[in-house]
T-cell receptor
Framework: GNSVTQMEGPVTLSEEAFLTINCTYTATGYPSLFWYVQYPGEGLQLLLKATKADDKGSNKGFEATYRKETTSFHLEKGSVQVSDSAVYFCALSDVNNAGNMLTFGGGTRLMVKP | NAGVTQTPKFRILKIGQSMTLQCTQDMNHNYMYWYRQDPGMGLKLIYYSVGAGITDKGEVPNGYNVSRSTTEDFPLRLELAAPSQTSVYFC???????????????FGNGTRLTVT
């Protein structure tokens, strides 16, 4: 079956540091890949996505590239801000899944200190 | 534009009690979903619906029931609450035109349920 593995957190960084959150996946076929972000007390929001190999998703300074050869979709940001403190979820959606179900990783909490 | 609205935000139940978690969306989305989020774990799909009158089980459906009488509403029912159902519950919706997994989900803000 499908699965998503993320690095365990929390990840604690100082403001303006470089961020990488690793994500690898196992899936049949050619899934779409997503990063969702969850701010405290809120639901998940789509941060970025990529639908095919070598696509790069980007939003709000975050980037992730769909690497089929390494089955990875690592999230990066060059300079984090305190406002980026949140939980980040990597997810995949397999075109063969009925109902467009997402498979989520366990989430990685990011804490950015001033 | 309210998006996906869940009520209540918090609830404490005793073992064996029942309750309904409400979810409504105003985006005319055809797909709706219920997920639970346990500490340190990713979201697990409980039930989903591809349109009014159609529901199907997800990964962890035991102990729950759903209905979808309208496009807007997708309530989740717990009949006999158990401590294992202590979790944060998220409702989500999306609009799917083709069988291609690239439509983002819109999530509600969650319901935190404690069963003691």
């Amino acid at each position: 079956g499908n699965s998503v593995t993320q690095m365990e957190g929390p990840v604690t960084l100082s403001e303006e540091a470089f961020l990488t959150i690793n994500c690898t996946y196992t899936a049949t076929g050619y899934p779409s890949l997503f990063w969702y972000v969850q701010y405290p007390g809120e639901g998940l929001q789509l941060l970025l996505k990529a639908t095919k190999a070598d696509d790069k998703g980007s939003n709000k300074g975050f980037e992730a590239t769909y690497r089929k050869e390494t089955t990875s979709f690592h999230l990066e940001k060059g300079s984090v801000q305190v406002s980026d403190s949140a939980v980040y979820f990597c997810a995949l959606s397999d075109v063969n899944n009925a109902g467009n179900m997402l498979t989520f990783g366990g989430g990685t909490r990011l804490m950015v200190k001033p | 534009n309210a998006g996906v609205t869940q009520t209540p935000k918090f609830r404490i139940l005793k073992i064996g009690q029942s309750m309904t978690l409400q979810c409504t969306q105003d985006m005319n989305h055809n797909y709706m979903y219920w997920y639970r989020q346990d500490p340190g774990m990713g979201l697990k799909l409980i039930y989903y619906s591809v349109g009014a009158g159609i529901t199907d089980k997800g990964e962890v459906p035991n102990g729950y029931n759903v209905s979808r009488s309208t496009t807007e509403d997708f309530p989740l029912r717990l009949e006999l609450a158990a401590p294992s159902q202590t979790s944060v519950y998220f409702c989500a919706s999306s609009y799917i035109q083709q069988r291609r997994g690239n439509s983002p989900l819109h999530f509600g803000n969650g319901t935190r349920l404690t069963v003691t």
